[in-house]
């Protein structure tokens, strides 16, 4: 049977693949690759360390904070040592007033016990207060204790109280034991100096 030279050919070809691959659509976006398989990553930022005093300044300097002032133990200054010259003075002078006031109390009362016993008796009882305080605060001075010099300062008092009775009595005297109410009158100077009551005050 003759071809028939009306009917169409068709020719068949297959596609290039097993599936037909699309053009991707295009976009604006572009991808890029990493450098590397893995993301290169920075080295650690190394710390220094500083010393307290250098961030307090520094932090001190950004805040404008002043410190206080830290307080500071003083130790107390020592005193001077008291001196002994004028306590072994007022000693001295009051051994001598003691020895004076026995001499003019002894001197009156062998003198005047026959006419006035009791003025005799008078003498001797202020004779013994004078010289208890006077042995008292002499002992007490040498020890640094309390109230020697007030003792000292009674003692030559009453010293002086027997050396006026001998004006009440009318007696005659010597010219040398008008001279005797030096002792305690400076035995009493002596107690008062403030470098005596620094040295009585240091025991």
């Known amino acids: 049977m003759a071809d028939d030279d009306s009917s169409p050919r068709i020719i068949r070809r297959h596609p290039t693949g097993e599936i037909p691959v699309g053009q991707e659509p295009q976009t604006s976006i572009i991808r890029r690759h990493p450098t590397g398989a893995n993301p290169v990553v920075d080295p650690p930022t190394q710390v220094t360390d500083v010393g307290p005093t250098q961030l307090s300044d520094q932090s001190d300097l950004q805040t404008g904070y002043i410190p206080r ?16 010259k004028t306590a072994i003075t ?19 009362i062998t003198g005047w016990w026959r006419s006035d016993p009791l003025f005799c008796v008078a003498v001797g009882f202020l004779t013994a207060i004078s010289a208890a305080a006077l042995i008292a605060g002499l002992i007490g001075l040498l020890l640094r204790r ?4 007030l003792l000292i300062v009674v ?11 001998l004006f009440v009595a009318g007696a005659k005297l010597p010219a040398v034991v008008y001279a005797i109410p030096v002792f305690p009158v400076a035995t009493i100077v002596l107690a008062a100096l403030p470098a005596t009551g620094r040295w009585e005050r240091s025991g």
């Not at 002078?93 to 009156?108: E, H, N, Q, R, Y």
């Not at 003692?155 to 009775?165: D, H, K, N, P």
């Open 146 to 149: 309390r109230l020697s010099r």
């Open 69 to 84: 002032a830290r307080p500071m133990a003083v130790s107390p200054r020592q005193p001077a040592p008291a001196s002994p």
């Open 155 to 165: 003692g030559s008092v009453v010293a002086l109280l027997i050396f006026s009775s």
């Open 90 to 108: 007022t000693a001295v002078m009051s051994i001598l007033a003691g020895w004076a006031t026995a001499v003019i109390a002894t001197d009156l």
